[in-house]
């Protein structure tokens, strides 16, 4: 099926600093990727959606100053949390959505393990 | 808007079966998903349902759908202590972005 991974799978850094979240879709072309939010013992809130190749289109509320969404290929999408302080602390899930012509599933989307950003 | 609600918690015996049940509010998805999150993981899709069917079934997984009332529900027969997780249940109006309820806790006791 298809896979999708994200690097690191955890991350702790100081607040200030910058932290670059990868997603990865290893045996298929997402033309799109959706970056999504969970805080502790909370639902996903959808932050963007990323299309190969544009910008990115954020969710009201969510930062893209802050939030930086970089799509440069059909299988990689990356998030910058820029000067990350502790409120940024989450759980981050990418999803990348295989573009299917035919079939039962329709434009499913397949999940990343998710990234544990801790900021101190 | 959309909205996804679930009930927050279920508890249930091994070996009996669970309901999970889900409303929605937008009658524009064509799928509703059903997803499991284990510890520290990320979901896992478990089953989906096409919007013009009532019912489908995938070996101990029931997923029943009633479009009239925007009401979904899931199944687990024989519940196991493996199935303790979390269970999204989500719409993906007009086929877009996904909307998630905000998740059952499933405690199975042994």
């Known amino acids: 099926g298809a896979v999708v991974s994200q690097h690191p799978s955890w991350v702790i850094c100081k607040s200030g600093t910058s932290v670059k979240i990868e997603c990865r879709s290893l045996?298929?072309?997402?033309?799109?990727m959706f970056w999504y939010r969970q805080f502790p013992k909370q639902s996903l809130m959808l932050m963007a959606t990323?299309?190969?190749?544009?910008?990115?289109?954020?969710e009201q509320g969510v930062e893209k100053d802050k939030f930086l969404i970089n799509h440069a290929s059909l299988t990689l999408s990356t998030l910058t949390v820029t000067s990350a302080h502790p409120e940024d602390s989450s759980f981050y899930i990418c999803?990348?959505?295989?573009?299917?012509?035919?079939?039962?599933?329709?434009?499913?989307?397949?999940f990343g393990p998710g990234t544990r950003l801790t900021v101190l | 808007g959309e909205d996804v609600e679930q009930s927050l918690f279920l508890s249930v015996r091994e070996g009996d079966s669970s309901v999970i049940n889900c409303t929605y509010t937008?009658?524009?998805?064509?799928?509703l998903y059903w997803y499991k999150q284990e510890p520290g993981a990320g979901l896992q899709l478990l089953t989906y349902?096409?919007?013009?069917?009532d019912m489908k079934q995938d070996q101990r997984l029931t997923v029943l759908l009633n479009k009239k009332d925007k009401h979904l529900s899931l199944r687990i027969a024989d519940t196991q202590t493996g199935d303790s997780a979390i269970y999204f249940c989500?719409?993906?109006?007009?086929?877009?972005?996904?909307?998630f309820g905000p998740g059952t806790r499933l405690s199975v006791l042994p």
């Open positions: 937008d009658s524009s998805s064509t799928y």
């Open positions: 999803s990348a959505r295989e573009l299917r012509t035919s079939g039962s599933r329709g434009n499913e989307q397949f």
């Open positions: 349902i096409f919007s013009n069917m």
């Open positions: 990323s299309n190969e190749g544009s910008k990115a289109t954020y």
């Open positions: 045996d298929f072309q997402a033309t799109t």
């Open positions: 989500a719409e993906s109006p007009g086929g877009q972005n996904f909307v």
